[in-house]
């Protein structure tokens, strides 16, 4: 799944805006492996415990990144 989202992060326009907090959570995988740059605030919540609405956003896709997006392209390719 974070391959996809990756794909899909690499064909936009960046810097990208992320506001869905599924999305926001792909990203903090995504980051965490080094495969983009990325602006994601801490999620804070509020008191009475519901998520603040949050903005992310995608600064780059590493060149980690674009080897693996070449990578799974390759593999699917040979299948």
Do not use: C
Request: aromatic share 6%.
């Amino acid at each position: 799944m974070s391959m996809e989202f990756l794909r899909v992060l690499a064909e936009q326009k960046l810097p990208y805006v992320l506001h869905a907090p599924a999305d926001i959570d792909r990203l903090r995988v995504l980051r965490a492996a080094e495969l983009v740059t990325a602006f994601i605030p801490p999620s804070d919540r509020a008191p009475d415990a519901r998520a603040i609405r949050q903005l992310a956003q995608v600064e780059s896709i590493t060149a980690k990144g674009k080897l693996a997006l070449n990578k799974a392209t390759s593999a699917f390719i040979e299948l």
